[in-house]
């Protein structure tokens, strides 16, 4: 190649380059610009990112002692994620719409070494599921945990959500940080 023709190649690819960035650049400053329309649109209609924060249903087994703290805790911890949260108990979700709400959490527990579950028969009487973003969380004895998580498990799958999480924990032994992580642990899971 002759010597003035690989300068000016250098040339020609330095010039192309600098376009390049130009062009980036321009396109970069537009969607900052988009960006700021729609903030101030959003502060003109008084819309606030709460707005447009995903609705959470927690639905737990029943009033109680061992409820209460994890409904305190899921309460907290949705709040914190940025989540609009209700509760309900599972005995009173036939006077709820679940189409309100973008995602469930569905908290199983074993109960002083009950048999009955209030959330276990919730899910055998066929609520419709199909495609909800649901997240389940079992706690129970660890003599017990195993089989109550397969169950709850089972019958939640023939519902078919979309299972978001699935979660299982033995709970005697965890401290109130401990259940404060695996609850925020369960709810990072949500986003």
């Known amino acids: 190649m002759p010597p003035g023709k690989e300068y000016t190649m250098k040339k020609v690819i330095v010039m192309l380059l600098i376009s390049a960035l130009a062009l980036c650049a321009s396109v970069a400053q537009d969607a900052i610009a988009d960006q700021d329309t729609a903030e101030g649109e959003d502060a003109i209609s008084g819309a606030t990112t709460d707005e447009y924060a995903k609705r959470v249903l927690y639905i737990y087994e029943e009033d109680n002692d061992s409820a209460g703290p994890y409904r305190k805790l899921f309460s907290e911890e949705l709040k914190a994620a940025g989540f609009e949260a209700d509760q309900a108990a599972a005995a009173e979700l036939r006077s709820i719409d679940l189409a309100d709400y973008d995602i469930l959490v569905i908290h199983g527990m074993v109960i002083a070494f009950g048999s009955q579950s209030a959330v276990r028969d919730w899910l055998k009487a066929e609520p419709n599921l199909s495609g909800k973003p649901v997240s389940l969380f079992v706690t129970a004895s660890r003599w017990r945990l195993e089989k109550v998580y397969k169950k709850m498990l ?32 369960s709810v990072q899971k949500l986003k």
Do not use: F, G, H, Y
């Open 154 to 185: 089972e019958l939640l799958k023939a519902r078919q959500p979309l299972i978001l999480d699935a979660v299982s924990s033995a709970t005697k032994d965890l401290d109130d940080e401990a259940k404060r992580a695996l609850v925020r642990a």
